[in-house]
């Protein structure tokens, strides 16, 4: 069993999840790859935590506020980092700040140049500086996970990359967005748009700037870096047209109810033969024959449309903390592992 060493940015939700995953599953060796967790930042700054007890990481983040207060755990820089082993995995799991890519742009750029393969959760550096991290990748020969950055737990990256190759992929459209969807069928039920919000705000759902789910910004983003990896990388955040769930009125929602139609947000990417690409975000009204009209709640979909496969549809039931930890070891593993039979 080969062995892969985790640098981790951030250590909230998701960072907290993944280490203890890590840990419940003996670091994964069933898959042949045993990871490890080597160091952890926070906004305190980062701490090596190579054979530290998890409890013990967790126990001192919750106490104390950061990792930084590990007794007895050497302080790490970031220009020493990537240098102490050569099987080695950045993980971003920070908070997503698409106007600058940081704080995970930096690290990003480090790890790539240094040949180390970049997980990431946070959506701000593959929206700020896609071309850049790619190309970085590609001269070093360090591979690029993004799946917890895409709508998690779906596969999307994989089949839009892959799964549907010369099949002649020509629009894709996905509910991606959770919150965004929660507060849709809210409105529908008959409660107003804040006290919806409200309710996101206490289960801690909604994004800590409510725009970014109100507005659409969150599925923009998921979008794009879709669009991105699968036909394009240099398209626009400008390019991606977007109305968001606030913009729903008692009209849209009496209508849509008239007709037994369900609006959700939905995300469309579409490309003509002469290989224009056109973004959209906007509540769409969905009648019963549309493959993303039996979401439910958590549920999340998207559905590629091809010349030869004909339609191909995604559906996953579960979100949140530990879906998304899972999505970033999937990535792990996958961008670790030497490449196998298939792919
Ligand atoms: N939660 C989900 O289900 C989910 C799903 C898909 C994708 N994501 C993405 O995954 C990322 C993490 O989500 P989360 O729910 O775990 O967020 P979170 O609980 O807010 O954790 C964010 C972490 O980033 C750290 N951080 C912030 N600024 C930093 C800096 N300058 N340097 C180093 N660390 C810094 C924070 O440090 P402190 O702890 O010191 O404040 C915190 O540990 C986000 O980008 C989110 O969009 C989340």
């Known amino acids: 069993v080969s062995e892969v060493s985790l640098v981790l940015l951030g250590f909230g939700n998701v960072g907290q999840r993944l280490t203890q995953l890590i840990h419940d599953h003996d670091g994964y060796s069933a898959e042949g790859t045993r990871i490890v967790v080597r160091a952890v930042f926070d906004r305190g700054g980062g701490v090596a935590v190579e054979n530290r007890e998890v409890s013990d990481l967790l126990e001192t983040k919750r106490r104390h506020g950061s990792v930084t207060a590990l007794a007895?755990?050497?302080?790490?820089?970031?220009?020493?980092?990537?240098?102490?082993?050569?099987?080695?995995?950045?993980?971003?799991?920070?908070?997503?700040?698409?106007?600058?890519?940081?704080?995970?742009f930096g690290?990003?750029?480090?790890?790539?140049?240094?040949?180390?393969?970049?997980?990431?959760?946070?959506?701000?550096?593959?929206?700020?500086?896609?071309?850049?991290?790619?190309?970085?990748?590609?001269?070093?020969?360090?591979?690029?996970?993004?799946?917890?950055?895409?709508?998690?737990?779906?596969p999307?990256?994989?089949?839009?990359?892959?799964?549907?190759?010369?099949?002649?992929?020509?629009?894709?459209r996905g509910v991606f967005s959770e919150t965004a969807n929660?507060?849709?069928?809210?409105?529908?039920?008959?409660?107003?748009?804040?006290?919806?919000?409200?309710?996101?705000?206490?289960?801690?759902?909604?994004?800590?700037?409510?725009?970014?789910?109100l507005d659409g910004w969150d599925a923009a983003y998921k979008l794009l870096i879709l669009a991105r990896a699968i036909w394009n990388p240099l398209l626009s955040l400008e390019s991606v047209s977007r109305r968001g769930v606030s913009t729903i009125g008692k009209r849209e929602l009496d209508e849509a109810?008239?007709?037994?139609?369900?609006?959700?947000?939905?995300?469309?990417?579409?490309?003509?033969?002469?290989?224009?690409?056109?973004?959209?975000?906007?509540?769409?009204?969905?009648?019963?024959?549309?493959?993303?009209?039996?979401?439910?709640?958590?549920?999340?979909?998207?559905?590629?449309?091809?010349?030869?496969?004909?339609t191909i549809t995604l559906r996953s039931s579960k979100g949140g903390p530990l879906a998304t930890a899972a999505?970033?070891?999937?990535?792990?593993?996958?961008?670790?592992?030497?490449?196998?039979?298939?792919?």
């Open 327 to 343: 999505s970033v070891i999937k990535d792990v593993l996958n961008v670790a592992a030497p490449k196998g039979s298939f792919y």
């Open 182 to 213: 929660q507060i849709l069928r809210e409105l529908e039920s008959g409660i107003d748009l804040d006290s919806a919000v409200e309710r996101a705000r206490i289960e801690g759902t909604i994004e800590e700037d409510p725009r970014l789910d």
């Open 257 to 310: 109810r008239y007709q037994r139609n369900k609006i959700r947000l939905v995300a469309t990417a579409s490309r003509q033969p002469s290989g224009e690409t056109q973004l959209k975000v906007e509540p769409e009204a969905l009648s019963s024959e549309d493959p993303l009209y039996p979401l439910g709640p958590g549920e999340k979909g998207v559905v590629f449309e091809t010349e030869t496969m004909g």
């Open 156 to 172: 999307s990256i994989e089949v839009g990359v892959l799964g549907v190759r010369g099949a002649g992929l020509k629009r894709f």
């Open 72 to 104: 007895g755990a050497p302080e790490l820089d970031w220009s020493e980092v990537f240098d102490v082993s050569e099987r080695c995995v950045l993980v971003d799991t920070s908070i997503t700040d698409a106007n600058t890519g940081e704080p995970g």
């Open 107 to 154: 690290p990003a750029i480090q790890a790539l140049k240094n040949g180390v393969p970049v997980v990431f959760a946070s959506k701000g550096p593959l929206v700020a500086h896609y071309s850049e991290l790619v190309e970085l990748g590609k001269q070093h020969g360090a591979r690029i996970g993004a799946s917890a950055a895409v709508g998690i737990p779906l």
